[in-house]
C-alpha cells in the first residue's frame, strides 16, 4: 500500500516534466485530460496524460458501440493528430546508449464517427519502426520495440501517409538492462507485431504482464493446438545469471506437450499485406515442470525450417528457464518442429516464444547536443510548426526553419536557424550557444528581450547573426563587435528597444525618437538646420569668389544637402553614447554605430581640441560627398547641432572596392584602409580650404 502510494507520489510529481517514474517507466494513457492520471488495477501501474510528452493532436473519446466491460480503461480514449505530417512523442531524461523497450497501442473504436480504418506509419526517431494497419475498429493492436536509446531521449513519430488521420491510445516505455537483447545494439533493433510473444500452455486466457514481467512485456495465449496437451508448475521457474532474455517465472510455469513425440506449428507474418522483413529473430524457451523419473528421459531436437538449432540432443532442466535463439532469414512462412530423440520417454515441451522482425537502423539521428538544443528552444518559446521529433532528420521531416547538413556516416548538424517572425518571446536562451556548427542566425522580427548574451559570440561558425526588430537593450557583446569588425560576422541588431555598446551610458530608447516625436521635434530642427546651411553655404560663395572651382560647386551643395541630418542625441543612440571607437583621424575620433534598419555605420565626431572648425568640417563633408560618388566610402549623413559636428558614413567591415585614390594596388582594401584614405583625402582637403 504504501508503496503504491509512493509511486503515486512520483507520478504526480514527474507528470510535470514528462518524465520517467521512479521504475524508469513511461505510462502514457493517451487522449486522458491534461494532467489527469489513474492507476490500472490490474498492473498497478499508472497512467498519466501526454501532457509534457507531445505538444500536438487532441483528444477524443472512442464511439460507445465499441466500449466493452473487458476493455482498458487506456482504450477508451485516443489522441489524433489531423496536422501536419508527422507528430511526435518525446520521451525524456532517458540515458544514452542505455537499451528501452518501448510499446504503442492503438484502439480505434471509431472515435471520428467516420468508421474509416486508418492506415499510417510509425517511427521511432528518425527509423521507420512499422506500418499500423488497423484492421478492425473493435481490435486492439500494439507494437513494441526493443532499441538502444541514441540520446537521452527517443521520439515516437505518427506519419500521415494520406490514408487516414493517424491516432494513439497508449505509449509505454520500460528500461532493459544493456546484457538485455544481445541482438538489439546501436544499429538493430527489434520489432514484435501482432503481439507474437506467447505464454505456451494452461493461460485461462490472461495475459502475462508487470509485476508478473518486471519488464512489463505482454504475453499472449497462443492459439491451442487441439492435440497439444498443457502442463503446469507452481514452483518458481528460476533465470540462469547469464540468461539474456529474462523470461518470467510465471510465463515458464506453463508449457504445451503432446501425447506424440512432435511438436508441429508454422508461423509467419500474420497480415498477408505484410512486407517481408530482411530477417526475423526467434526465441524459444523451454523449462522441465514435471518432476521427471530418473529411469525417464526428455530429450529432443529444436528444427526450424528443417535446420537443427541445437547441436546436441535438448534436454530442458528442471524449474530453469532456458532458451534457444536466432536469427533467420525473412521468409513468408516458418516450420516450427520439436522432435522426441529416439532415446526419449517423455514428449517435447515448449513453454514460451517469442518472434521480432530485424529492423536495422539506417537514419543517423541530429546530433544530440543540436537536437536537445533545438528541443529545449522549441519548449522554451513554445513553437509549434512541424518542430517535433529528431530536427533534421529524415529529411523529409526536417524541422521548419532549419538547415541540416548531413555528412555521410555522421549525425546531421545544424547548420542556419532561420526563426524570423516566428514570434518569439523572452530572453535568448543559451540554447541558441549550443548549436556550436551555426553558421547562420536569423532571430529578427521576434520580440526577443533582454541583452544580447556573449554566448553567442563564440559560436565558432557563425557568420551571419540578425538580431533585428527586437526588443533587446543593453550593451553589443565584445566578442561579437570584434567579429563585425574585423569582417568575420555579419551582424544586424537595428531597429531594437536599446541595444548599446555600454549598457550603463546607453541613449534614449528609439522608441522615443520614434514616430510623433520624430515629426514634431526633428523635422522642424532638420528644416531650420538646412535653412542655416544654405544661408551659410550662400555667403561663402559670395566671399571666395574664385576659390569656387575647387570645392564648392552647386552640385556638391545639394548633394550634401540631400544627405540626412542626425541630431547629436541621434548619435549618441546610434554610437551607444560614443562607446565603440574604431579609429581615429586629424578631425576626431571615428565610432562605431548602428542605424534603425540594422546597417552599421561610422560616425567621426569633431574632437575638442581639433583646431577645424565649423567651415573645415563642412568641406570634409562636402569632399566626402565627392568621394562618395567615387564609391570608396559613402556619407550618409551629418551632425550639426549646436557646437556638435559630425559625418554618419556607411561602414562596411568587409569591402572588396579598389584604392581609387592611390590607383596602386588591385588588392581589396579593409573598411578601415579604405575610412583612412578617405579621411587623409578629406583632411588634406580640408586644409585647402
Ligand atoms: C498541467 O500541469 C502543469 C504543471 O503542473 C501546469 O503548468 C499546467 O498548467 C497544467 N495544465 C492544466 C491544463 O491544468
Ligand atoms: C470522455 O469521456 C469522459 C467521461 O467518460 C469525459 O469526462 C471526457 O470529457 C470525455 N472526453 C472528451 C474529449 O470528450
Ligand atoms: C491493411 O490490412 C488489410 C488487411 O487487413 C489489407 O487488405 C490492406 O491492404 C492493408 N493496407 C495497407 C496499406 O497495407
Ligand atoms: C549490431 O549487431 C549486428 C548483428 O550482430 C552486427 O552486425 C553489428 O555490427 C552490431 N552493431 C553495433 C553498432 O554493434
Ligand atoms: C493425452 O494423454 C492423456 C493421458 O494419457 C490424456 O488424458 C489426454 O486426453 C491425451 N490428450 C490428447 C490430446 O489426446
Ligand atoms: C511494404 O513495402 C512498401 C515498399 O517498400 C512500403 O511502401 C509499405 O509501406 C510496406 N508495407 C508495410 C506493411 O510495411
Ligand atoms: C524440410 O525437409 C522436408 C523433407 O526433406 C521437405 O519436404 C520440406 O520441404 C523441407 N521444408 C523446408 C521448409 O525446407
Ligand atoms: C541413446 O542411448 C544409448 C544408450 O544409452 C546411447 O548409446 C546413444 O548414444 C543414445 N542416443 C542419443 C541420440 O543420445
Ligand atoms: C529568414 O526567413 C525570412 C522569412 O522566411 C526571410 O525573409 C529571411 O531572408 C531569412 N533569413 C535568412 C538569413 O535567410
Ligand atoms: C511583445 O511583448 C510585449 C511585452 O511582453 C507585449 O506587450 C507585446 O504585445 C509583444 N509583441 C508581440 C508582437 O508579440
Ligand atoms: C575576428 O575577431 C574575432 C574575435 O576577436 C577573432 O576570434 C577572429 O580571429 C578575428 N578574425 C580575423 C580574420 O581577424
Ligand atoms: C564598458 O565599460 C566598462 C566599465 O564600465 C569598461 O571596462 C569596458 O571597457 C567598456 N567597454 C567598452 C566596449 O567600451
Known sequence: MDLCVVILLFCVFHLIHGQPDDLGFISIDCGIPVNSSYQDPSSKIIYVSDYGYVT???????????????????????????????????????????????????????????????????????????????????????????????????????????????????????????????????????????????????????????????????????????????????????????????????????????????????????????????????????????????????????????????????????????????????????????????????????????????????????????????????????????????????????????????????????????????????????????????????????????????FLGRLPFLIFLDLSSNDLHGTIPDNLLQKSQNGTLSLRVGNNANICANGTACGSSRKKINGALLAAIVIPIVAVIAIFVVLFLLLRQKLKGKDKRKTTGPEDESALLENREFSYRELKYITSNFSQEIGKGGFGAVFLGYLKNGNSVAVKVRSDSSSQGGKEFLAEAQHLTRIHHKNLVSLIGYCKDKNHLALVYEYMPKGNLQDHLRGSTSKPLTWEQRLHIALDAAQVSAHRV
Open 56 to 454: 500536438s493532436g487532441e483528444n477524443r473519446n472512442i464511439s460507445s458501440v465499441y466500449i466493452r466491460p473487458s476493455l482498458a480503461k487506456r482504450n477508451l480514449n485516443v489522441r489524433f493528430f489531423q496536422h501536419g505530417a508527422r507528430n511526435c512523442y518525446a520521451l525524456r531524461s532517458l540515458v544514452a546508449g542505455n537499451k528501452y523497450f518501448v510499446r504503442a497501442l492503438f484502439y480505434y473504436g471509431n472515435y471520428d464517427g467516420l468508421d474509416k480504418l486508418p492506415v499510417f506509419d510509425l517511427y521511432m526517431g528518425a527509423n521507420y519502426w512499422h506500418e499500423v494497419n488497423i484492421s478492425a475498429a473493435g481490435a486492439v493492436k500494439w507494437m513494441d520495440i526493443i532499441v538502444v536509446a541514441p540520446a537521452d531521449y527517443l521520439h515516437v513519430c505518427l506519419v500521415n501517409k494520406g490514408m487516414g488521420t493517424p491516432f494513439i491510445s497508449g505509449l509505454d516505455l520500460r528500461p532493459l538492462r544493456i546484457t538485455l537483447y544481445p541482438e538489439v545494439n546501436a544499429s538493430q533493433s527489434l520489432v514484435l507485431i501482432s503481439s507474437n510473444r506467447f505464454n505456451l500452455g494452461p493461460t485461462d486466457n490472461r495475459i502475462i504482464r508487470y509485476p508478473l514481467d518486471p519488464h512489463d512485456r505482454l504475453w499472449s495465449t497462443y492459439d491451442t493446438i487441439p492435440n497439444w496437451n498443457e502442463i503446469s508448475a507452481t514452483s518458481v521457474v528460476q533465470n540462469y545469471v547469464t540468461d539474456v532474455y529474462d523470461v518470467p517465472s510465471a510465463v515458464m510455469q506453463n508449457a504445451a506437450s503432446v501425447n506424440g513425440s512432435r511438436i508441429d506449428f508454422s508461423w509467419g507474418p500474420v497480415d498477408p499485406s505484410e512486407n517481408i522483413s530482411s530477417s526475423y529473430f526467434f526465441v524459444f524457451y523451454f523449462s522441465e515442470l514435471q518432476n521427471v523419473q530418473s529411469n525417464a528421459v526428455r530429450q529432443f531436437d529444436i528444427i526450424v525450417n528443417n535446420k537443427t538449432w541445437n547441436t546436441q540432443p535438448y534436454t530442458p532442466r528442471f524449474l530453469f528457464a532456458d532458451s534457444f535463439s536466432g536469427i533467420v532469414q525473412g521468409l513468408a512462412s516458418y516450420s516450427v518442429s520439436l522432435v522426441a530423440t529416439e532415446n526419449a520417454t517423455l514428449p517435447p515441451i515448449l513453454n514460451a516464444m517469442e518472434m521480432y522482425l530485424v529492423e536495422p537502423i539506417t537514419e543517423i539521428a541530429t546530433d544530440s547536443g543540436d537536437a536537445r538544443a533545438m528541443m529545449s528552444i522549441q519548449e522554451n518559446f513554445g513553437v509549434e510548426k512541424n518542430w517535433m521529433g529528431d530536427p533534421c532528420a529524415p529529411k523529409a521531416f526536417a524541422w521548419i526553419g532549419l538547415t541540416c547538413s548531413y555528412p555521410p556516416a555522421h549525425a546531421a548538424r545544424i547548420t542556419a536557424l532561420n526563426v524570423s517572425s516566428f514570434g518569439l518571446a523572452g530572453t535568448i536562451s543559451t540554447d541558441f550557444g549550443d548549436l556550436n556548427a551555426l553558421q547562420y542566425l536569423d532571430l529578427s522580427n521576434n520580440n526577443l528581450s533582454g541583452t544580447i548574451p556573449n
